[in-house]
C-alpha cells in the first residue's frame, strides 16, 4: 500500500523501462555507467529484475569498446552466459 501511494504505477513502468533500456552514453566511463545503473535500480526498489537479469542488462548497455575491456578484465567471465547454481 505504502509503494501504491507513493510510486503510482506509472512511474513503476517507466522505472522499469528505464532499467531494462538503459545504455552506455557515447563519452560516459565505464564508472559512472556502473553508478547510474545502480541508481536507476534503488530509485526502484520493487523493479523485480533478478540478479541474473540485472547481471545480464548492464553488460549489455556498454558500448563495444567498453566491453571488450571488461570482458579482458574478467578473464572472459563476465561477457559469459552461466547457469544459477
Request: charged residues 25%; proline residues 8%; contains cysteine.
Amino acid at each position: 500500500m505504502f509503494i501504491n501511494k507513493f510510486f503510482p504505477l506509472s512511474c513503476f513502468i517507466k522505472a522499469k523501462s528505464d532499467i531494462s533500456s538503459f545504455r552506455q552514453g557515447p563519452y560516459e566511463p565505464f564508472c559512472e555507467d556502473w553508478e547510474c545503473f545502480k541508481m536507476l535500480l534503488k530509485r526502484c526498489p520493487n523493479h523485480g529484475f533478478e540478479d541474473i537479469a540485472q547481471l545480464s542488462i548492464f553488460p549489455n548497455s556498454l558500448r563495444p569498446d567498453t566491453k571488450v575491456i571488461l570482458d579482458a578484465s574478467t578473464r572472459g567471465i563476465m561477457m559469459q552466459s552461466r547457469e544459477p547454481e
